[in-house]
């Protein structure tokens, strides 16, 4: 998964269509053994990228030339569907996030992945309600895209997180929000897609 933090870049993707920009707040998934280009960015490009599994082997294709021809949006690529995430496009409702106080938006990533992974964009909604849980997911990881959070995990205070910083949340330990901006937003990235959370 490829989500773009700061500046724009320009990409192509083998039966994907022509080549696209991607701004701020937009986000790919970029599936298994799909043929992919970047063909120039902005300057002070910055995204986030998450791989499974982390380390995994790149080849050059010297044969195939992009865009191709064919445009399949719903191909499969090892077991997975390209996503193209476009923040300004995006129609779907927010809905309440697994914390009380918070709401979220599902990048499709889920879907694509049947399950194996799932991303969301979280925001507050400035009903503050700071709950202890914990959660069952094998990984949670959580980067702050605007505002700022403190939150206590497994006895521990973790001030001022703020734009740019990234923590993950560990399977089966408690962990409270205790304090955030009114302007907070988070990108949420999780193996499974769909886990449960339990509260204390």
Not at 57 to 79: A, E
Request: net charge negative; aromatic share 12%.
């Amino acid at each position: 998964m490829i989500y773009v933090y700061k500046g724009w870049v320009r990409l192509v993707y083998e039966d994907q269509g022509q080549p696209f920009v991607l701004h701020a707040g937009d986000c790919v998934l970029q599936p298994p053994l799909i043929r992919h280009r970047v063909l120039e960015s902005s300057s002070g490009l910055e995204v986030v990228e998450v791989a499974c599994p982390a380390v995994h082997n790149t080849y050059i294709d010297h044969n195939m030339k992009l865009p191709t021809f064919d445009q399949q949006f719903d191909r499969i690529y090892g077991g997975q569907r390209f996503i193209k995430y476009i923040a300004t496009e995006d129609k779907i409702q927010w809905q309440p996030w697994r914390l009380p106080g918070f709401e979220f938006r599902d990048i499709g990533i889920d879907a694509a992945t049947e399950g194996l992974a799932g991303a969301k964009i979280i925001r507050s909604n400035g009903d503050i309600q700071p709950q202890t849980c914990q959660h069952n997911a094998e990984f949670v990881f959580v980067f702050v895209l605007t505002g700022q959070l403190s939150f206590h995990i497994d006895g521990q205070i973790i001030d001022n997180v703020r734009d740019g910083d990234a923590f993950v949340l560990p399977e089966n330990l408690s962990y409270t929000f205790t304090d955030w901006s009114n302007g907070l937003r988070l990108l949420e990235v999780s193996l499974p897609g769909t886990f449960s959370t339990s509260f204390q």
